[in-house]
C-alpha cells in the first residue's frame, strides 16, 4: 500500500517569511495530493490539492509542487502570517484507491 | 464551518460503558468517513461508507461499530474500549466514494476528543 513521509515534524518562521512542507509517497500510481491545515479544537481544513497531470498549482499565498519522478511533493506558504499557525497535513491517493493516506502533520508556528 | 458537525465534541468514558459518537453533513454528499487521530501518528481510517453502504472497513476491532441510517448521518457506537483507543475522532464527507479512477475532495467536522479510563 501507500506510505507517505512529512517533513519536518516542526517548523518555526519569523512572520513574513517562506514556509515550505515536503512530502514523498511510495506509490507511483497515486494522483491526487491534497493539503490540509488543522487548527486547534477543529478538524482538519482542505486547502488547495494537486493531481498529477499539472507539476504547480498556486492560490494566492500557498503553492504546492508535484514531482512525478522523484515522488515527492512540497507545500509553500509565502509571507507567513500568526494566523498560518496550524498542523499541515499532506496526503496521497491513487486513483483506484478508496482512501487517502495521510502524513505524520507538520506544526507550523509562525512567529510574530 | 465546512458543513459537517460532530457530537460530542468531548467524551469521558469508562472501559465498560456504551456510548455512540454522532456525526451530520449538510452537504448533500453521498459518501461518509470515520477517521482516528491519535497524537503524533497520520490519520487512520476506519470506515468508508457510500449512499449508507458500507465499502470501507480497515480492520477495525470489533468494539467499534457504525452505522449509516442515511446519507445524512453517521453514527460510530462504542463499547467495552480500551484506553489505548482515546483519541480524537473525526467524520468526513466527499461528493461520492473515491476509486474508479476519481479522487473526491473530503470535507472534515471538528471531531469527538474521546478520553477512556
Known amino acids: ?112 | 464551518e465546512t458543513g459537517v458537525t460532530q457530537t460530542p465534541r468531548h467524551l469521558v468514558m469508562g472501559m465498560t460503558n456504551k456510548k455512540s459518537l454522532k456525526c451530520e453533513q449538510h452537504l448533500g454528499h453521498n459518501a461518509m468517513y470515520w477517521y482516528k487521530q491519535s497524537a503524533k501518528k497520520p490519520l487512520e481510517l476506519m470506515f468508508v461508507y457510500s449512499l449508507e453502504e458500507r465499502v470501507e472497513n480497515n480492520s477495525v476491532p470489533s468494539r467499534f461499530s457504525p452505522e449509516c441510517p442515511n446519507s445524512s448521518h453517521l453514527f460510530l457506537h462504542l463499547h467495552t474500549l480500551q484506553p489505548e483507543d482515546s483519541a480524537l475522532y473525526l467524520c468526513a464527507s466527499s461528493q461520492g466514494v473515491s476509486g474508479g479512477g476519481r479522487q473526491e475532495t473530503q470535507y472534515f467536522g471538528p471531531g469527538t476528543r474521546l478520553l477512556v479510563l
Open chain 1, 1 to 112: 500500500g501507500e506510505n507517505v513521509e512529512q517533513h519536518p515534524s516542526t517548523l518555526s518562521v519569523q512572520e513574513g517569511d517562506s514556509a515550505v512542507i515536503k512530502c514523498t509517497y511510495s506509490d507511483s500510481a497515486s494522483n491526487y495530493f491534497p493539503w490540509y491545515k488543522q487548527e486547534l479544537g477543529k478538524g482538519p481544513q482542505l486547502i488547495i490539492d494537486i493531481r498529477s497531470n499539472v507539476g504547480e498549482k498556486k492560490d494566492q499565498r500557498i503553492a504546492v509542487t508535484l514531482n512525478k519522478t522523484a515522488k515527492h511533493f512540497s507545500l509553500h506558504i509565502t509571507e507567513t502570517q500568526p494566523e498560518d499557525s496550524a498542523v499541515y497535513f499532506c496526503a496521497a491517493a491513487s486513483g483506484s484507491a478508496r482512501q487517502l493516506t495521510f502524513g505524520s502533520g507538520t506544526q507550523l508556528t509562525v512567529l510574530p
